[in-house]
DNA sequence: GAGTTTGAAACT
DNA sequence: CAGTTTCAAACTC
């Protein structure tokens, strides 16, 4: 039962009658239900966090956790789910409180001071993290923009990764393995890899982790297994629950399905998305193929950065440490909220678009992502500030744009890019595009690389990942969302050993695929129109477009996901929500993320995430 | 798992 | 803004 009206009584009710402003769960279900949870979950298992200064600011969502919870509650067929679990969890209720009232929740949370200093790191944790949890910030006003955060989530996203998934990932996500461990995995399907696609605009954070959702992703199928193995179950607990004990409590199998991912961590940055999506039919996969599973999800495994720069991954994408790290002295933890806050602020001051997402791609108009054609290359979408690369040569990891899954752009100062994505120039202006048409060559020959393009169409078959991160504009930017080549795991080509070694030239099967995908890059593709949207420069106001062209889920997902890379974890998704990036959104006056956000949602805006 | 390489982040 | 140092990930073994 759900009683709808109260919220605690009947949190599932109320969050229902929320999402479906946002989402229009029926749809949704049904959707969903076609498709599969597994992909979904996968995809969504993000974070979504409010951040407020006043209150603390941060606060975990859940994404996933509401994705779930809400799913599965449809799908139960009541909702019950948070019911039965554990009452005080349930998600909708935390919404509605956040609804309700700030403050409330967080005495609610209560993270008592006190128990603050108490004892270990560990506990505090815990404890802390599950404050965090609660969001007190969040006000989710229900439809419009500003209630924007719902918990839609990542559906589309998912519903891309999702096609993906099907084909190759299964595979090669299941493999979960976190970094580099296996390399089984890599084993994959070079080839294959699904070319990457693009949604429409995207900002990616490379910073984003990802969730390593990866195997586990056992939530899956809520409904036809709602159980995750045990292990996964306490994991999820122990870990997660930073994240998401609210919501797990809701779905408490569930729940922590998804959040087992671990990687779960609350995002400060905060933002949060929301998406919707839909799609993908069928269930693939589930665990892992692979059998392994793992786990996965390391994150950071920082020494002497207290994870507060941007050397730390967490850090860098607005999450806070976890479990899955491997970290030493670490402050990143909700605990040492106030000083992970003002040390994001320092550094945002000193750049304010240290926390910006640093690839974005920008749809292409036309396409639309829904469609996930194949060919839907990242093409469009460019790291903004440009990698350095001098040894690289852009094709590994330690590459910005490759790790992020786009080719290289004029922006970029790196010596002999073999940037398998390609490179094409940044963008400048709309009218770039035309520009870019030709100026793609030109562009590799004032770089120096011309060959690239051969190799790159040749090669395509790397896969980088990327990260996606949804930039939440406060409206809607569901139009940014960018599809990360391979979902999931991509992994990443493995040149040397993996496959064969001919990684380039013979394994490449796919390259077939891949070539259409170039070729339209060449082509037109390079090209891709800046919006200025994602452009640092541009005015991320502008941006916001619309909805999402795609026609699919109107929603706006704004959240973003991101997918680990290969090697790291299978995939962790997180559905970051950014606060407000300079760049993205306004910058200026938005300022600095937690600014922005800081007196939004404090005082008036109600846009929480939203942006200003 | 230790050790090396790498390029961003931080610092000067 | 460039040069250097610091840092942790990516990669190698
Ligand atoms: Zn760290
Ligand atoms: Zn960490
Ligand atoms: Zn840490
Ligand atoms: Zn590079
Ligand atoms: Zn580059
Ligand atoms: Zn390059």
Known sequence: MDTPDRAAAAPSAAARAELMDGCQPEKLNDEILGCDWDDL?????????????????????????ESCGFLLSKLTGDGDISDRTHPSSSTQTYYRELL????????AQLVPDGE?????????????????SIPTGYKVETQQQRGMRRRCLVFEAAGYSNRIVQKESVMDLSVSTCKGKSPVQNHSNPGKTPSPRVLRGIGLHLNALALTSKDKMVCQDPISSLVPSSATQQEAHGKMLSAGENFIHSGSELLELQMDDDCSAGVFLGNDHDSS???????????????????ACK???????????????????????????SCQGCLNKPIHEEIVLSTRKQIEFRNPLAFAPKVIRMS???????????????????????????????LKKYCECYQGGVGCSSNCRCEGCKNTFGKRDAAVSTEAEEMKQGGEEAENCGKEKENDL?????????????????????????????????????????PTKARSNSSRSSSKAPGAVHSQKFTKIANSGLNEEMPDILRDDASPGNCVKTSSPNGKRVSPPHNALSVSPSQKGGRKLILKSIPSFPSLIGDASSGS????????????????????
């Open 41 to 65: 979950i996968s995809a969504t298992s993000g974070e979504l966090i409010a951040y407020d200064e006043d209150h603390k600011g941060v606060q975990l969502a859940v994404s996933n956790a």
């Open 100 to 107: 309700m009232d700030e403050d409330q929740t967080e005495n």
């Open 116 to 132: 603050k200093n108490i004892s270990t790191e560990e506990i505090q944790d815990n404890l802390y993290e599950a404050n965090g």
């Open 277 to 295: 999506q839909s799609n993908s039919p069928q269930k693939k996969r589930r665990k892992a193929d692979n059998g392994d599973d793992g786990e």
């Open 299 to 325: 994150r950071c495994s920082c020494k002497k950065s207290k994870c507060l720069k941007l050397y730390c991954e967490c850090f860098a994408a607005g999450v806070y440490c976890s479990e899955p790290c």
């Open 364 to 394: 292409d108009a036309g396409q639309d992502i829904t469609g996930e054609d194949p060919n839907n290359t990242p093409a469009s979408a460019r790291h903004k500030r440009g990698c350095n690369c001098k040894k690289s040569s852009c």
């Open 454 to 494: 051969q190799k790159a169409n040749v090669q395509s078959e790397d896969q980088p990942f990327l990260e996606l991160v949804p930039i939440t504009p406060p409206f809607d930017v569901s139009s940014s969302l960018l599809k990360p080549p391979n979902f999931s795991s991509a992994k990443p080509p493995r």
């Open 593 to 612: 993320s937690m600014n922005s956000s800081e007196s939004a949602f404090n005082t008036a805006s109600p846009l929480a995430l939203g942006p200003s």
